[in-house]
């Protein structure tokens, strides 16, 4: 039996001609390629607003907590259930990641339980889009609005999702982050994005993702250096390269059949899995997004993933709570992640998962618990 891999990138004969292109130029760093890269995300989410690519979506994070000046003392909401990224990026700029409840439902962040943790040092949310969901954003930005923070969206696996107002994540909103590593719903080889209606922001991690150099990505995008130049902040090397945006844009073509694959495989999953009492899928609008993970909560998990592991089948597990990790343990227990983090397992999904193989794990399932 062939084993059925949790996720991959799709990478098309495309993908492969545009970074010989790159090649060829023999110009690899950030320059041209970067610039158009930008304008054609601009122009899929049909939005005014600037987008800046950058080398992942951790420095997505990092440049926009950086922007905001978050500092050591200032405290920031965020769930525990999620990657390890949305963490360190708090950390990095000296902050202190407060970990919040999710719903059980949905696993996005609780904004009950988040206010109740808000305190005068809290500056800023981060509302993690699990499995490419924004349901429950609504509820963030009216906290945020009482109690004036700012909302930084990792949209790390929701790029080409839809709000539940059904406008495009990104197009409205503070600050959006986006990532384009290699198993996203696109792919630049690693990447991210930033996308703000705050012009300060996007001119500030336009420039802080460069060393700071002030205004040289205008220098870069004509395929010129700065020799003159000056710097007033701190700065990183987090810009996106020009073999990276090539990978990006052909990705970006593609999206409209990454997005189609992808809801046909939920929808396999929520029909197929429908009569096993023991799992239970999350209450998303799988309709309205383009599923990074399939998540399920399944009673005795762990003997279930064994069995598809012994079918060669992998699952994974996103994620381990980070309240749980020695770095962000807390005093205080969550008690929810804790219960969801027992039951949790994310099934295989991925553009290039035949319809047989996705079967094969549907039955395999079933097999379990009969
Ligand atoms: C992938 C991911 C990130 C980090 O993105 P990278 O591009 O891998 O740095 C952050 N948060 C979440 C929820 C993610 O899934």
New binding site residues.
Partial sequence: MNKIRLSKSSISQHEKDAVITVLDKEFLGMGDEVNLFEQDLKTYLNTSRSVVCVS????A?HLSLSALQISPGDEVLVPSL??I??YQAISAVGATPISCEIDPLTLFIDHNDARQKITKKTKVIIP?L?ASSAKGLEGIYTLAHEFNLRVIE?A??AFGSLYEDLTAVGTKGDIICF???GI?NITSG???AIVSSDQNIIDHVKDARLLAVEKDTDNRYTAQRSWDFDVKEQGFRYHMSNIMAAIGRVQLTRINDFKAKRQEIASRYLRGLKAVQAVTCLELNYEQIIP?IFVIKAKRRDNLREYLLSHNIECGIHYKPNHLLTKYQSAEPLPITEAVYESILTLPCHFDLTEEDQSRVIETIKAFYE
């Fill in positions: 992942t979506g951790t420095s994070l999620t990657y990224a949305t993690v699990y990792d790390a696996q990532s384009f590593d996203k690693e990447g991210g990074h």
